[in-house]
């Protein structure tokens, strides 16, 4: 077996119990892009709507470029999710909450969350800690609910930082060309 798939039965089992299950199932949803504006859009709105104002659409945009990127990939590679994968082996994975259909990697609940944690950390600075906390958190649980590698939740993490990145980056140039005078 490859280190991918041993690291995964090895953080899969760890997580293996009724709290880590729960846990892990509310913590995956900060991956979910609509669970994410629901959080996200009240509290920008209400700290500044300037921010708000300049930086909503173009985070929105940002995270789902990435997941159209990470949708192409799935295709191409279609790679089996775990549960799949060991059941030619006869092992029996921790999936508290079903197994998805598509391929798995990369993960897409983690690119969403660390597109936004990027983006968010450059907007937000003194809350970069947070922001990466939810989204490592984020990757963590999407093996211990048993449906990817960690190959998979690192991959999203690398499309996601990229994408939140530079996301951020264009977005400030459209910000500073607006500011000019015709």
């Given at each position: 077996?490859?280190?991918d798939?041993?690291?995964?039965l090895?953080?899969?089992?760890?997580?293996?119990?009724?709290?880590?299950s729960?846990?892990?199932?509310?913590v995956?949803?900060?991956?979910n892009?609509?669970?994410?504006?629901a959080?996200?859009?009240?509290?920008?709105?209400?700290?500044?709507?300037?921010?708000?104002?300049?930086?909503?659409v173009?985070?929105?945009?940002?995270?789902?470029?990435?997941?159209?990127l990470?949708?192409?990939?799935?295709?191409?590679?279609?790679r089996?999710?775990p549960?799949?994968?060991?059941?030619?082996?006869?092992?029996?994975?921790n999936?508290?909450?079903?197994e998805?259909?598509?391929?798995?990697?990369?993960?897409?609940?983690?690119?969403?969350?660390?597109?936004?944690?990027?983006?968010?950390?450059?907007?937000?600075?003194?809350?970069?800690?947070?922001?990466?906390?939810?989204?490592?958190?984020?990757?963590?649980?999407?093996?211990?609910?048993g449906?990817?590698?960690?190959?998979?939740?690192l991959?999203?993490?690398l499309?996601g930082?990229?994408?939140?990145?530079?996301?951020?980056?264009?977005?400030?140039r459209?910000?500073k060309?607006?500011?000019?005078?015709?």
């Amino acid at each position: 077996m490859n280190f991918d798939a041993q690291l995964f039965l090895f953080l899969n089992n760890l997580f293996n119990d009724r709290f880590a299950s729960l846990f892990f199932g509310a913590v995956t949803g900060l991956g979910n892009g609509l669970v994410q504006g629901a959080l996200i859009t009240p509290i920008m709105f209400y700290f500044s709507r300037q921010k708000f104002k300049k930086h909503f659409v173009a985070l929105v945009i940002t995270a789902a470029a990435g997941g159209l990127l990470v949708s192409g990939v799935k295709q191409i590679v279609n790679r089996e999710r775990p549960p799949a994968f060991f059941s030619h082996k006869h092992v029996v994975i921790n999936t508290p909450f079903g197994e998805p259909h598509d391929p798995s990697f990369p993960s897409g609940h983690t690119e969403t969350a660390f597109s936004t944690a990027t983006y968010l950390s450059f907007l937000y600075p003194p809350f970069t800690p947070l922001f990466l906390a939810g989204a490592f958190l984020t990757a963590i649980s999407r093996i211990a609910i048993g449906v990817h590698f960690p190959l998979d939740t690192l991959a999203g993490a690398l499309i996601g930082i990229i994408f939140g990145f530079a996301g951020f980056k264009l977005n400030m140039r459209r910000v500073k060309r607006a500011k000019r005078p015709s």
